[in-house]
């Protein structure tokens, strides 16, 4: 099955930089969409940015221009990269991968997330 990890989250000072990775393994069938989502204590799990493998992006309103998101299709990876960070982008951030799998399902698979904190 496939399995999602990610790296690069930690602390930095509002209006700073940080890039987040996420590994896809045990792929076996092409991945059609990668994104990212982040959630915070009492709020719904909400879509930061998402990418084809065409490489068609889409992007929160409250992240455009702030954030970019690429992705590495023969290494089955994306990245995040993250700039004007502001004390609202706190969250811990998931990755998320979207596949039709053996029987023609549509499959999603999820990260245990990376948590961002954005603090002076």
């Known amino acids: 099955q496939v399995q999602l990890v990610e790296s690069g989250g930690g602390l930095v000072q509002p209006g700073g930089s940080l890039r987040l990775s996420c590994a896809a393994s045990?792929?076996?069938?092409?991945?059609?969409?990668m994104g990212w989502y982040r959630q915070t204590p009492g709020k719904e799990r909400e879509l930061v940015a998402t990418?084809?493998?065409?490489?068609?992006?889409n992007y929160a309103d409250s992240v455009k221009g702030r954030f970019t998101i690429s992705r590495d299709n023969g290494n089955n990876t994306v990245d995040l990269q993250m700039s004007s960070l502001k004390p609202g982008d706190t969250a811990v951030y998931y990755c998320?991968?979207?596949?039709?799998?053996?029987?023609?399902?549509?499959?999603?698979?999820w990260g245990q997330g990376t948590l961002v904190t954005v603090s002076s």
């Open positions: 998320n991968v979207k596949y039709d799998d053996y029987y023609g399902v549509i499959r999603y698979a």
């Open positions: 990418i084809t493998r065409s490489g068609s992006t």
């Open positions: 045990g792929v076996i069938f092409p991945i059609n969409t």
